[in-house]
């Protein structure tokens, strides 16, 4: 019995392939889940009414926004006698320890009231300790978040500082 080489190898390489590519594009959408520019979760970022508060930082951590979502860097802060929860961006994005706050520190924070599963949060554009840092996740003037941008657009935008 003669078996031909080239009929037999290719299916199984096309296979193999396909599967690989699978893998790749169902891990890569499952972590970056409910993220995107025209999802729900960023249609709740409202660039016209950006507030500022000054709070000091309770708890770094990683939230689910929103039932479905991968997850989010977030901080509890205490605004007074207030304890707020603020959502920074994703975790691919940064996670918690990449933020440069921790616990104790005092921040001002720019960004816009939400309400999710009937609560209120705090949705940040850019978190200031001090005069000299900033973490920035969202553009002030539209609110288009930085983990939509394209590398170049990043760089660009993390050189820029503004009020």
């Known amino acids: 019995m003669k078996v031909n080489l080239k009929s037999t190898v290719a299916p199984i390489v096309l296979m193999a392939v396909v599967f690989c590519v699978a893998i790749a594009f169902g891990a890569d959408s499952g972590e970056k889940k409910g993220w995107g520019i025209?999802?729900?979760?960023?249609?709740?970022?409202?660039?016209?009414?950006?507030?500022?508060i000054k709070a000091e930082v309770v708890?770094?951590?990683e939230v689910v926004p929103m039932t479905g979502m991968s997850k989010a860097t977030a901080m509890e802060v205490r605004e007074g006698n207030s304890t707020i929860l603020v959502h920074l961006c994703?975790?691919?994005?940064?996670?918690?320890?990449?933020?440069?706050?921790?616990?104790?520190?005092?921040?001002?924070?720019?960004?816009?009231?939400?309400?999710?599963?009937g609560k209120d949060v705090f949705l940040a554009s850019k978190v200031k300790k001090g005069e000299s840092y900033e973490f920035k996740v969202r553009l002030t003037m539209d609110g288009t978040p930085f983990w939509t941008m394209t590398p170049e657009q990043l760089a660009k935008e993390r050189a820029q500082k503004d009020d």
Not at 38 to 52: A, G
């Open 59 to 61: 708890k770094v951590m």
């Open 90 to 117: 994703p975790t691919w994005f940064a996670k918690p320890g990449d933020i440069g706050v921790k616990p104790g520190d005092s921040v001002t924070i720019r960004g816009s009231w939400a309400e999710i599963n």
């Open 38 to 52: 025209n999802d729900p979760y960023n249609k709740l970022y409202s660039p016209k009414e950006l507030e500022k």
